[in-house]
């Protein structure tokens, strides 16, 4: 179920949303099946672009923030989802210790953290939240613009089981995404629940084994509504160790630009799109001082090349990454977004806590095109509200006929990704058996 | 968890308000436990009275109506909660076949079916509405007054299953509660999943059972929370056979009045309340030609059992109970209730789908008093919304401070009736191995 919500789209729906829209139950029935099979992420949120002609996810975040850009409306919903994967996960779970990101003096982090707590308190859990910053060595204690306050303390660690004092939780729930390498405090715990599992964290994730999951997904997808694959898979290709310090060391992905430039021109010319391919090339690994560029041209390589060395060197996440120049690449098919909020370039975001799509919101740049990453500074959220009760008849519109739920297709693209993180999670678990 | 829903309730949290809302961890992890032990009806609502003192379920329906009462703003939770309870019980589902009521021309009961239809369309179903009544013979399409239309069509069996015209359905939710008996045409489905199972119809179910489940768990959680169980939990007796139509036939419903008053005065006095007792009588299976009436002295039996003689001959349900003088009876303890909305009497209606509680409304009853049934001719529905963020500071409450939930009790109360109705559908399941 997708919770009918506003979307800024308008105009008539095309083949591909109409498709969606009309396989309603054939896709329920389907995720039905496949979470029978494979484990939900705890939480997840999902980009989605949606070019009109295509609609694909580019961005799937396995510790996601931003809970509070959500609307009150959605707080109930996150409630019960959260309250079903706890009955799922420890039904007989009391505490629960959520670990933040380790840069936790900014408010509208902090604001988050706050909705967190709240979800999993109304869900009937003992909250607390511990820092496994080295910052922070004993309790901090900040006041947050709505008037609540919010408490960081120093994990401690006993045995195998972490907590905050006097305060043992059954259950760690990560909001931080362990780019920096995974801690000793965290590893090794094998009488509590952590979640996600370590092998989320940014230290082992890549982006590229996700995205092919999600091609398999897709695959799976498509065959079930009878559409082409490609129309919600963006495509993608890797290029291991460019060295952005030279121009030798980026020959090998110009090529790779190349190369993939050609098969999406293919894709176009099958569909008759007229829009210009392009890709976006960021780290495979997230690695934020490589920074998310789009290229038009693999002539463009060159001024690409500078933007990386330029981003590399002004990271505001300067510290031990900064100053490198060499990283492991995803080269992705970029997908043009056609959503406007305001109008500013405008992409939705997928909110889902379990199985559950839970929200959403608009990610809007008012600076940037159709073409390029609109998260960065800048940008700006637009919650997405529930649909006024579409029962009552509306002018225009037939007696008895609802309008249709333009956010069902983001729900569903947005769950699709979710399902490849369930892949992802499963075919890298260290625990596991050989995945074949 | 519970939806955050206004209530017309003001005035500082009593006693056991407070408790319960500051055990509430413990409480949601106690129901999480439950419901690993025990399967919960897969929908229902609850009637809660609220005697400020005292609060407790006095009627708890397993075929509830009214789905459209509700606002549409619980329609997302009602869809989350539908989705998991059909997980668990047919993931494979496709189709689901709704068996209404059979007289089912009453324009505000078919708008209650159109909501359900559109709660299992949401969560992935295929939806028809199967009529067992002799009267629909063929497809009936029928308009309401939102513009949408419902079609009842007649339901046909095919050996061991049933369905309607080129429709065969995984699973049928009945929305009939079987008063009349439980018909052939339903008896036997071994291959499909009948909801809520025949048993929870009222040609089997007992009131009294009820309660006494009930009490068995006001027991169990008066200790959980720490208090006398009977704050929670309404007293009955029981009298078989009692004929309305002499004297005589109501003495021994007379002696059990009497004891039964003569309990609550204890109570009361224990707990110096003011206020005079009263019991309530009702048919013990719920047969509407009896009628809920108060009793307040043994002494007015007389003028009691008059009433319920001009009651069963006017039952606006006339039929073969019509003129019907001899019920088996349940005497339960009335409990006031202190709720006013619009100047009319008022109890809370609370609204679970699977374990989840999805929404409520009030019924109001302008013209009957504090101590008497609402539901009947001239009372009106007041759905309950949700409540406004309380993230945002409010006049006189210090920052921080969100104002409490006070639907909270309720949605608790409403859950403790829904887990004795678990206990008894296992107590009464002609499948089951002997209960102890």
């Given at each position: 179920?997708?919770p009918?919500?506003?979307t800024a789209?308008?105009?008539?729906?095309?083949?591909?949303?109409q498709?969606?829209?009309?396989s309603?139950?054939?896709?329920?029935?389907w995720?039905?099946?496949?979470?029978?099979?494979?484990t939900?992420?705890?939480?997840?949120?999902v980009?989605?672009?949606?070019?009109?002609?295509?609609?694909?996810?580019?961005?799937t975040?396995l510790?996601?923030?931003?809970?509070?850009?959500?609307t009150?409306?959605?707080?109930?919903?996150?409630?019960?989802?959260a309250?079903?994967?706890?009955?799922k996960?420890?039904?007989?779970?009391?505490?629960?210790?959520?670990v933040?990101?380790?840069?936790?003096h900014?408010?509208?982090?902090?604001?988050?953290?706050?909705q967190?707590?709240?979800?999993?308190?109304?869900?009937g859990?003992n909250?607390?939240?511990?820092s496994?910053?080295?910052?922070i060595?004993?309790?901090?204690?900040?006041?947050?613009?709505?008037?609540?306050?919010?408490?960081?303390?120093p994990?401690?660690?006993?045995?195998?089981?972490?907590?905050?004092k006097?305060?043992?939780?059954c259950?760690?729930l990560?909001?931080?995404?362990?780019r920096a390498?995974?801690?000793g405090?965290?590893?090794?715990?094998?009488?509590?629940?952590?979640?996600p599992?370590?092998?989320?964290g940014?230290?082992?994730?890549?982006k590229?084994?996700?995205?092919?999951?999600?091609?398999?997904?897709?695959?799976?997808f498509?065959?079930?509504?009878g559409v082409d694959?490609?129309l919600i898979?963006?495509?993608?290709e890797?290029?291991e160790q460019?060295?952005?310090?030279s121009?030798?060391?980026?020959?090998?992905?110009?090529?790779?630009v190349?190369?993939?430039?050609?098969k999406?021109?293919k894709?176009h010319?099958?569909?008759?799109?007229k829009?210009?391919?392009?890709v976006?090339?960021?780290?495979?690994n997230?690695?934020?001082h490589m920074g998310?560029?789009?290229?038009?041209?693999s002539k463009?390589?060159?001024?690409?090349?500078h933007?990386?060395?330029?981003?590399?060197?002004?990271?505001?996440t300067a510290?031990?990454?900064?100053g490198?120049?060499?990283?492991?690449?995803?080269?992705q098919?970029?997908?043009?977004t056609?959503?406007?909020?305001?109008?500013?370039?405008?992409?939705p975001?997928?909110y889902?806590?379990d199985r559950?799509?839970?929200?959403?919101?608009?990610?809007?740049?008012?600076?940037?095109?159709?073409?390029q990453?609109?998260?960065?500074?800048?940008?700006?959220?637009?919650?997405?509200?529930?649909?006024?009760?579409?029962?009552?008849?509306?002018?225009?519109i037939?007696?008895?006929?609802s309008?249709?739920?333009?956010?069902y297709?983001?729900?569903?693209i947005?769950?699709l990704?979710?399902?490849a993180a369930?892949?992802e999670?499963e075919?890298?678990?260290?625990?596991?058996?050989?995945?074949?």
């Open positions: 179920m997708v009918h919500l506003v789209l308008t105009g008539p729906t095309n083949e591909l949303e498709r969606i829209l009309d309603m139950a054939a896709i329920e029935r995720f039905r099946l496949e979470w029978m099979e494979h939900p992420p705890f939480y997840s949120s980009d989605v672009r949606n070019a009109g002609y295509k609609l694909a996810p580019v961005d975040n510790f996601p923030d931003g809970w509070n850009i959500l009150p409306a959605m707080l109930p919903l996150a409630v019960q989802a309250q079903a994967a706890i009955e996960i420890c039904p007989e779970a009391r505490n629960l210790l959520i933040p990101e380790n840069h936790t900014n408010t509208f982090y902090l604001s988050n953290l706050a967190l707590r709240r979800v999993f308190q109304m869900a859990l909250v607390r939240i511990g496994i910053s080295p910052d060595k004993k309790s901090v204690t900040m006041d947050l613009p709505n008037g609540e306050t919010i408490t960081l303390e994990v401690v660690r006993t045995k195998g089981r972490i907590g905050v006097d305060f043992d939780p259950t760690i990560l909001n931080n995404d362990l390498g995974v801690p405090i965290l590893e090794d715990l094998h009488e509590q629940y952590l979640l599992p370590l092998q989320a940014w230290a082992t994730r890549r590229s084994v996700h995205f092919k999951c999600f091609e398999e997904v897709s695959k799976r498509g065959k079930l509504i694959p490609w898979n963006p495509l993608f890797t290029c460019v060295d952005f310090s121009e030798t060391g980026v020959e090998a992905l110009t090529a790779r190349d190369l993939l430039l050609t999406i021109r894709k010319k099958e569909y008759g799109i829009e210009k391919p392009f976006v090339i960021k780290a495979d997230s690695d934020g998310v560029l789009t290229v038009r041209d463009d390589l060159e001024s690409v090349r933007q990386v060395l330029q981003h590399a060197a002004q990271a505001p510290g031990k990454g900064a490198k120049t060499v990283f492991d690449v995803l080269i098919e970029g997908v043009l056609c959503e406007r909020v305001n109008d500013g370039v405008a992409e975001v997928v889902m806590m559950y799509v839970v929200g959403g919101f608009y990610r809007v740049h008012a600076q940037r095109k159709v073409d990453n609109l998260n960065g500074p800048g940008s700006s959220f637009v919650p997405l509200a529930f649909a006024e009760s579409a029962h009552l008849p509306q002018p225009g037939k007696p008895g006929a309008a249709p739920n333009r956010f297709m983001y729900g569903v947005g769950r990704a979710m399902l369930s892949y999670l075919a890298t678990d260290p625990e596991a058996e050989q995945y074949s």
